[in-house]
């Protein structure tokens, strides 16, 4: 349920809002109070080998649309976005982070991933593993293995550096031949990164490891940013609170990813920060605000429309 807060905000034209690890807009009618509730986005999977991704939405309907805002790879913003379409199904292969957005009517969520695939194969037991966050506030690890005829049972084993691990789970075998999906939910991550790994314990005592997976997460009391107005004429204001001092990396794409506002670093303050920015000049239509906050393992994004009235 929306706050009265949140509501006013709504009615006065401020969209885009974005609490760590997603953005939500619903939809308000001023004559009779009634609320939209905005679509919400339970997971994002996501197939290392092949780059195909899907977006979970729980009791999705055949009036939503999907897209993709953003696409980060190892050299840069992509310039190759994928259109909209009703399924939620999206082929990046190469990409290491996107931004993608679920829309009902004028009511939208949008949703970023870091996609973790690791620079080396997985052990030939493993055919798949990832980590996703699940929920808003868990972490999703599933993984695929050729056969189980040989393996006893799974332990799951996580990480807040990435070196040191420690065993936080054990899932068990059929021990059966074929293909044989696992999974298992992690209800308590760490703010900022985890690392996950699978240990296969097999029958003759032998342990094979799985890659290790990174799953950030940010809880809501991690960093609350918005942007406002939009539209806009001539300036934005990026409106960040954070808990303690630290500094923000500020950038400006247009719609084709092109950066028309070169990164800038900015000091902010524990409390409350307004940063202005001049967007005077610059063409009709849509553009996305890039965010890399200096406690925060990822950047982030936030879409605004220029419109001259």
Known sequence: MKTINQICMLLAGV?????????TQAQVNSVNMTVTPSPSVDSVSYDCETGDVQVHVPNASSGLVYSVLSVMTNEGFSTTVPGSNGSGAFNLTGATEAVFRVEQGSCFVDYTIAFDCGDRPLPLT???FNARLYKQNMGFLEWEVATEDDVDHYVVEKSA???SFKQIAE?????VAGVISR???DKDLYIGNNYYRIKQILTDGKEVYSEVRTLPYYNEAAAVVSIYPNPAINQITFDCTVSEDQTVVLWMMDNLSRVVL???KYELKAGNNKLPLRIEGKADGTYIVGYKLQNEAHP???KFVKQTF
């Open 183 to 185: 999974n298992y939910i």
């Open 15 to 23: 969209c885009g809002a974005f609490i760590a690890p997603h953005t």
């Open 171 to 175: 899932v068990q075998s059929d021990g």
């Open 126 to 128: 493993f055919l798949t």
């Open 300 to 302: 982030k994004f936030l």
């Open 262 to 264: 070169t990164q800038t």
């Open 161 to 163: 550096d990435g070196s």
